[in-house]
């Protein structure tokens, strides 16, 4: 079956960093999407890698390794706007979207 | 010039009704989707759809059926409801439902509360 797993629930300081992490079976791979969702509120996309490696933009960075099976989301200078859901998704090989249940991020002052 | 809007924003109804939630994107994707969140916040895709095929999750309950009278919409219909199709519903769209190009975008949600 096609699985992809997150932390239910992280906390973090406003000011520092955070990892969220990533790990997926699927059949086949086209991309990895980070997703952000604010309570209430529709998924907005962040980032999308299909290569390995880190590709960064601004604040937020992505990380892949298509070899592992795993992708990290990197959030530098934490603010609490920063306070949501983050979806980790998967392109399968039948170009379907693959979701993972999310990962709760609590910012605290 | 909301790129995709959805209508309505909340919806109470009885059980045993049959309701629609309309979706219009005017960003000229090729694809659009309909996915459930229930309460534990997982998204599930329900259907995907452009001018050439509808795939269905096998798990969607064929009470429910999407409807595209064109490329810019794809509406939701739900027959007979029940309890647990309470949940918010997200139309998203994308270019070409493939490659690089599949980044979703989301409308508001439609949040469902079947009584």
């Known amino acids: 079956g096609q699985n992809i797993d997150q932390p239910t629930e992280m906390t973090a300081t406003e000011g520092a960093i955070v990892q969220i992490n990533c790990t997926y079976q699927t059949s086949g791979f086209n991309g990895l999407f980070w997703y952000q969702q604010h309570a209430g509120e529709a998924p907005t996309f962040l980032s999308y890698?299909?290569l390995d490696g880190l590709e960064e933009k601004g604040r937020f960075s992505s990380f892949l390794s298509r070899s592992k099976g795993y992708s990290y989301l990197l959030l530098k200078e934490l603010q609490m706007k920063d306070s949501a859901s983050y979806l980790c998704?998967?392109?399968?090989?039948?170009?379907?979207?693959?979701w993972g249940a999310g990962t709760k991020l609590i910012i605290k002052p | 010039d909301t790129a995709v809007s959805q209508t309505p924003k909340y919806l109470v109804t009885q059980m045993g009704n049959d309701k629609s939630i309309k979706c219009e994107q005017n960003?000229?994707?090729?694809?659009m989707y309909w996915y459930k969140q229930d309460s534990k916040k997982f998204l599930k895709i329900m259907f995907s759809y452009n001018n050439k095929e509808l795939i269905i999750n096998e798990t969607v309950p064929n009470r429910f059926s999407p409807k595209s009278p064109d490329k810019a919409h794809l509406n939701l219909h739900i027959n007979s409801l029940e309890l647990g199709d309470s949940a918010v519903y997200f139309c998203?769209?994308?270019?070409?439902?493939?490659?690089?190009?599949?980044?979703?975008?989301f409308g508001p949600g439609t949040r469902l509360t079947v009584l």
């Open positions: 960003l000229g994707h090729d694809t």
């Open positions: 998203a769209s994308s270019q070409d439902g493939s490659g690089v190009t599949d980044t979703q975008y």
């Open positions: 890698n299909v």
């Open positions: 998704a998967v392109l399968d090989s039948n170009y379907q979207l693959i």
